[in-house]
């Protein structure tokens, strides 16, 4: 595996890797609403992380049926 030609070190994203656990940034290849494409520096995989961001709680009682 190779590092993508789309890796830039001014593009990172600070989450540790989920397959080797090395703990410097990864490579942010791309992204689309709330999930992220990285790509690991060390071990050089590549996955989709959801960041979350955008979830906010809903009321409790929003679906409720009377």
């Keep these: 595996m190779t590092l ?3 890796a830039d070190l001014g593009r990172r994203a600070w ?3 989920r397959y080797c656990g090395d703990n410097t940034a990864l490579y942010l290849l791309d ?10 520096g060390r071990c050089l995989r590549r ?6 961001v955008g979830r906010g ?7 409720d049926v009377a």
């Design 15 to 17: 989450l540790p890797c």
């Design 4 to 6: 993508d030609p789309q």
């Design 47 to 52: 996955w989709w992380h959801d960041t979350g």
């Design 31 to 40: 992204s689309d609403v709330n999930m992220i494409w990285v790509q690991c």
């Design 57 to 63: 709680r809903r009321p409790e009682h929003l679906f």
